[in-house]
C-alpha cells in the first residue's frame, strides 16, 4: 500500500491532468491547480498524435546552417523572430550543441525509452477514463516530394528501425490504397503504423481530467505564484489570490511556465515556447484516414470527429508572451490543400499555443535534486499528449517510492 499524501499538481494540461490522475488511483489526495479550466491551454489544440516514431531530437548535426533561413522566412515550417533573437540565443546555443553527433546517440537512446513504453502506459489510463472510444489506431504517413527528399532522410528512419520501430517505404498504388484521400501527385511515403491519433485532443484531456475529479481529484482555478518553505523544505504553495494549499508533495507541470516556478527553489533551466499553430475545418468534406505528415512543410494534417480535418504544426521560436502570427496559421490551409485539393475551408477557426521546449527535446522528469518532496514534469515540447500517461506514471511511482523504469539521468533538471 502506498502512504497516502496530500499532493498538489500545478498545471493542468495534459501532462499535469495525468500525473493528478495516477496519484489518485495510488490513493493520494490530489489538487490540481491551474488558472485555466482542465485542458484549455496548450492541450487544446495540439495536432492529438501519439507520435511513437518521434525519437530522434528536433537538433542534428549541422542545424546551425539552417538558423539564418529560419530568420528569413517568417511563414515556414521552423521560424525565428528577429526581436527575439537576443533572449533565445543561449537557448539556440544549447540547441545547437545537443545536435552534435556525439550527443545525438544517447539522446536518441533515452526518448527512445520514453516512448517504447507509452501504449503500455496509455491503454490502462485511456480505459480507466472511458475516452477509448475517440482514440483511432490508423498509423501514420510521412509524404515526400520525391525520392531524393526520400533518400536524404533514409538514415533518420533507419535509426527508428533500429530502435524497433516499423517504418515501411510505400509509393504509388501502394500508397494511394493506404490513403485514398490524398492527392495523386504524391508518390512517396513512409508508413509507420505504431502511430495513432485522437479524434480531438481536448476531448480526450478533458475526458481524462473529468474522470480524475469524479474519483476525488480537487481543482483550484488559480495559477501559483510561490512556494511555502519551511526550513528550505516545501510544504505547499501560495495562490496569486493570497491563499495558500498545504501539501505533503508538489508536481510542477505547468508546461512552458513551469520554469519560472523552477527557478525559485533555486532550478535554472532553458526552457522556451516551441510555438505551434492549427487551424480547424469542420466542414472539411474529405474523408481522411491516416495521419498525414508533409516532410518538407513541417506540418501534419488529421481527421477529427464529424468529418472535419485539422493542419497544425511549424514550430515558431519566439517569446511564450509574443503576439501570435496567425498567418502562420492561414496558411496552414493553402499547404493542406496541395495534399487533399478538394478541402473545404468554410468556417475554419485558428489557434496558437506555447509548447514548452527543452534544447535536447528530453523532457524534465524527476524529483528535485535538493527538494525530495518536489517533482517536475515539464518540458515535452510538442510530445506532450504522446507523453503525458507516461510522465504521469513515472511521477506516481517516485511520489510512492517505486522503481521508476526511464531515463533518469537524462530527464533530469540540473542536467544543463
Known amino acids: 500500500m502506498t502512504a497516502r499524501k496530500q499532493v498538489v499538481v500545478v498545471g493542468a494540461g495534459i501532462v499535469g491532468i495525468c500525473c493528478a490522475a495516477w496519484l489518485r488511483q495510488?490513493?493520494?489526495?490530489?489538487?490540481?491547480?491551474?488558472?485555466?479550466?482542465?485542458?484549455?491551454?496548450?492541450?487544446?489544440?495540439?495536432?492529438?498524435a501519439f507520435a511513437v516514431s518521434d525519437i530522434v531530437p528536433l537538433s542534428e548535426p549541422g542545424v546551425f546552417r539552417r538558423?539564418?533561413?529560419?530568420?528569413?522566412?517568417?511563414?515556414?515550417?521552423?521560424?525565428?523572430?528577429?526581436?527575439?533573437?537576443?533572449?533565445?540565443?543561449?537557448?539556440?546555443?544549447r540547441f545547437v550543441w545537443?545536435?552534435?553527433?556525439?550527443?545525438?546517440?544517447?539522446?536518441?537512446s533515452a526518448m527512445a525509452q520514453l516512448l517504447n513504453r507509452v501504449y503500455a502506459d496509455l491503454e490502462p489510463l485511456a480505459h480507466w477514463a472511458g475516452v477509448n472510444a475517440i482514440w483511432r489506431r490508423h498509423g501514420s504517413l510521412t509524404v515526400y516530394d520525391g525520392p531524393g527528399d526520400l533518400a536524404k532522410d533514409a538514415a533518420k528512419w533507419q535509426i527508428k528501425r533500429d530502435h524497433g520501430i516499423r517504418c515501411d517505404v510505400v509509393e504509388g498504388g501502394q500508397l494511394k490504397s493506404l490513403e485514398p484521400a490524398l492527392d495523386p501527385r504524391w508518390q512517396h511515403a513512409v508508413h509507420v503504423p505504431s502511430w495513432s491519433h485522437v479524434d480531438d485532443p481536448y476531448v480526450f484531456t478533458e475526458g481524462i481530467a473529468r474522470k480524475a475529479m469524479a474519483e476525488g481529484v480537487t481543482q483550484v482555478r488559480q495559477s501559483v505564484s510561490a512556494f511555502l518553505l519551511e526550513q528550505g523544505r516545501v510544504t505547499g504553495v501560495k495562490l496569486a489570490g493570497g491563499d495558500t494549499l498545504k501539501a505533503d508533495h508538489v508536481v510542477v507541470a505547468a508546461g512552458v511556465w513551469s520554469g519560472e516556478l523552477a527557478k525559485q527553489l533555486?532550478?535554472?533551466?532553458?526552457?522556451?515556447?516551441e510555438r505551434g499553430y492549427h487551424a480547424t475545418l469542420p466542414n472539411a468534406g474529405v474523408a481522411l484516414d491516416k495521419f498525414i505528415l508533409s516532410a518538407s512543410g513541417g506540418f501534419v494534417i488529421l481527421p477529427m470527429a464529424d468529418g472535419g480535418i485539422r493542419v497544425a504544426g511549424t514550430v515558431e521560436l519566439a517569446s511564450k508572451d509574443a503576439p501570435p502570427n496567425m498567418r502562420r496559421a492561414e496558411v496552414l490551409i493553402d499547404k493542406a490543400k496541395q495534399y487533399l485539393p478538394q478541402l473545404n475551408d468554410?468556417?475554419?477557426?485558428?489557434?496558437?499555443?506555447?509548447?514548452?521546449?527543452?534544447?535536447?527535446?528530453?523532457?524534465?522528469?524527476?524529483?528535485?535534486?535538493r527538494h525530495d518532496n518536489v517533482s517536475f514534469a515539464f518540458g515535452h515540447g510538442h510530445l506532450g499528449l504522446t507523453l503525458g500517461a507516461t510522465t504521469g506514471r513515472i511521477i506516481a511511482d517516485l511520489v510512492a517510492g517505486r522503481q521508476a523504469a526511464y531515463p533518469q539521468e537524462a530527464c533530469r533538471i540540473d542536467r544543463f
Do not use: C
Not at 98 to 108: D, E, F, I, N, P
Not at 358 to 368: C, E, N, Q, R
Open 67 to 93: 538558423i539564418p533561413g529560419w530568420m528569413m522566412d517568417p511563414l515556414g515550417p521552423l521560424a525565428l523572430q528577429w526581436r527575439y533573437l537576443p533572449s533565445l540565443t543561449p537557448w539556440l546555443l
Open 98 to 108: 545537443a545536435g552534435r553527433r556525439s550527443k545525438m546517440q544517447s539522446l536518441t
Open 346 to 369: 468554410a468556417g475554419a477557426s485558428f489557434w496558437m499555443g506555447n509548447r514548452p521546449a527543452l534544447p535536447d527535446t528530453v523532457p524534465v522528469i524527476g524529483k528535485a535534486p
Open 26 to 48: 495510488d490513493g493520494h489526495e490530489v489538487v490540481l491547480v491551474d488558472a485555466e479550466a482542465p485542458g484549455r491551454s496548450t492541450s487544446f489544440g495540439n495536432a492529438g
Open 266 to 273: 533555486g532550478y535554472k533551466v532553458p526552457l522556451e515556447s
